[in-house]
């Protein structure tokens, strides 16, 4: 019993390890797959998802694709009904003000299961199922609240809010979404259709701002920062995050060796800014003493 509790924890490091560099490669495709990227960022909150666990989540988007009418007549506002159809009301899929203080309403596998999640998870089940039963759908990041456009971006499509069950959304009703988020008006920029990196990143981002509110769940923060690390295109001031990060921890002599690297970055362009973090850097070490 004893041998098998020493073993466990670096079975579990090598797990984790496996599972980062399968969500790095999968980043680095040219068409990355985004059922499979949220399901490793769920496998890094909850370990028992394992390889078979996520094939399950997988094979349930394959099913419920399967109960969608393929290629209906009406073009995108048929597509955008019988999503709503399906999966807003005979499967129950939604949100609500409550979603937002959970951690599983950002892990795809814990959506799938529960029905209930943010609003951008909500859309990646949408985007998946329709996107595998042949609909031309993409996701809309909206400032403040991820929605689904199907169709063609510059030419006829519609919008609609997975959250509120598949609601048809018209330009006006995104324009008083992001004047509520932002106080600004809604440009074309806003309606371009988000890539699959962006959304991962956003989830990442969601998680992040979750975890910081509650200082009990670091960890959940720090894997976050870590996965937006592996990322192939992310802001270099993640880097000093997860310094900050690793220091409040108690994790001094990482931390610092974390801020030394970001302020090897900082340098060349920010020199003064690069001589601030390492002050931080030997602020690190000196709690040490």
Same mark, same amino acid.
């Given at each position: 019993?004893?041998?098998?509790?020493?073993?466990?924890?670096?079975?579990?490091?090598?797990?984790?390890?496996?599972?980062?560099?399968?969500? !790095?490669?999968?980043?680095?495709?040219?068409?990355?797959?985004?059922?499979?990227?949220?399901?490793?960022?769920?496998?890094?909150?909850?370990?028992?998802?394992?390889?078979?666990?996520?094939?399950?989540?997988?094979?349930?988007?394959?099913?419920?694709?399967?109960?969608?009418?393929?290629?209906?007549?009406?073009?995108?506002?048929?597509?955008?009904?019988?999503?709503?159809?399906?999966?807003?009301?005979?499967?129950?899929?939604?949100?609500?003000?409550?979603?937002?203080?959970?951690?599983?309403?950002?892990?795809?596998?814990?959506?799938?299961?529960?029905?209930?999640?943010?609003?951008?998870?909500?859309?990646?089940?949408?985007?998946?199922?329709?996107?595998?039963?042949?609909?031309?759908?993409?996701?809309?990041?909206?400032?403040?609240?991820?929605?689904?456009?199907?169709?063609?971006?510059?030419?006829?499509?519609?919008?609609?809010?997975?959250?509120?069950?598949?609601?048809?959304?018209?330009?006006?009703?995104?324009?008083?979404?992001?004047?509520? !988020?932002?106080?600004?008006?809604?440009?074309?920029?806003?309606?371009?259709?988000?890539?699959?990196?962006?959304?991962?990143?956003?989830?990442?981002?969601?998680?992040?701002?979750? !975890?910081?509110?509650?200082?009990?769940?670091?960890?959940?923060?720090?894997?976050?920062?870590?996965?937006?690390?592996?990322?192939?295109?992310?802001?270099?001031?993640?880097?000093?995050?997860?310094?900050?990060?690793?220091?409040?921890?108690?994790?001094?002599? !990482?931390?610092?060796?974390?801020?030394?690297?970001?302020?090897?970055?900082?340098?060349?362009?920010?020199?003064?800014?690069?001589?601030?973090?390492?002050?931080?850097?030997?602020?690190?070490?000196?709690?040490?003493?």
């Amino acid at each position: 019993m004893g041998e098998r509790a020493e073993r466990g924890e670096p079975e579990r490091d090598a797990a984790r390890q496996e599972r980062r560099r399968q969500f !790095a490669a999968a980043a680095r495709e040219e068409r990355p797959d985004l059922a499979l990227l949220c399901l490793l960022i769920g496998a890094e909150a909850d370990p028992a998802l394992d390889q078979a666990g996520i094939d399950a989540a997988q094979i349930e988007l394959d099913r419920l694709a399967g109960l969608l009418p393929y290629s209906p007549a009406g073009g995108p506002g048929a597509w955008a009904r019988n999503l709503a159809e399906l999966l807003g009301t005979r499967q129950g899929f939604g949100g609500s003000p409550g979603d937002y203080r959970r951690l599983e309403s950002s892990l795809l596998h814990e959506v799938l299961r529960r029905r209930r999640g943010l609003p951008i998870l909500l859309s990646v089940v949408w985007m998946e199922v329709a996107r595998r039963a042949g609909a031309p759908v993409y996701g809309v990041a909206l400032p403040g609240h991820f929605v689904i456009g199907l169709g063609d971006p510059a030419g006829r499509h519609v919008l609609a809010d997975p959250f509120e069950g598949g609601r048809p959304l018209t330009d006006q009703d995104a324009a008083v979404i992001v004047a509520g !988020a932002t106080g600004e008006a809604l440009s074309p920029g806003m309606l371009a259709p988000a890539g699959p990196l962006e959304i991962v990143q956003r989830i990442l981002n969601n998680i992040r701002a979750w !975890a910081q509110a509650r200082p009990e769940h670091s960890a959940v923060q720090l894997w976050a920062l870590d996965l937006a690390l592996l990322l192939p295109s992310r802001p270099a001031r993640l880097r000093h995050e997860r310094a900050q990060l690793l220091v409040q921890r108690g994790e001094f002599l !990482a931390g610092a060796a974390e801020l030394e690297e970001y302020a090897r970055v900082l340098e060349p362009v920010q020199p003064a800014a690069a001589t601030a973090v390492r002050r931080e850097a030997g602020a690190a070490r000196a709690r040490l003493n």
